[in-house]
């Protein structure tokens, strides 16, 4: 399918957004999140807690390989631990195993479908091959936190890209409202 030039143009800024966000490992405490919004404690949740933790000690030095075992280890325990699933994603995107990080998001979010990090960040893997779901997936993103400037930023640009010159201006128009340090790329 030929692509409008802008939807060419997209994927760089949208990525550039997302290395800035992105790459933060998420962690809960010792409850999962259905997808009816209601919370349980989960089988196990002492043991899931604890590989969790020690999957975000091993991620923030850097060390991804005991990261990874470690998440796996809390899935075994919680195996709808929207967090675990969410930090596999960003392993696997960071290793540039695109398809294992769509799956793991799409996983978390089945977990929860409001798991703002996940729809923002699946939303970016979706902008090239996908633009009217990454749209979808950034109206999610912005609905379930407001506050986020790089959704309404990146979900802006989509909306020009795709002829809605208006709906877009006013998306961007907030990013920039929630956060003055960001640019409008139309601009510059």
Known sequence: MNQPRAWRVIPSVVLAAALALGATACSSNDTSTKPDGSTSVAPNAKKAKTALEAGLKAHSKGDLTTAAADYKKTLRYDPTNKFALYNLALIDAAAGNYGLAEEKY?????????????????????????????????????????????????????????????????????????????KDPAKS
């Open 106 to 182: 799409r996983a978390a979010l089945k977990t929860d479908p409001t798991y703002e990090p996940a729809l923002f960040n699946l939303a970016i893997l979706r902008t090239s091959r996908d633009p009217k779901e990454a749209i979808k997936l950034y109206r999610a993103a912005v609905v379930s936190n407001e506050k986020d400037a790089s959704a309404w930023l990146n979900l802006g640009l989509l909306l020009r890209a795709s002829g809605q010159q208006r709906e877009g201006d006013a998306a961007v128009d907030r990013a920039l409202k929630l956060n003055p340090d960001l």
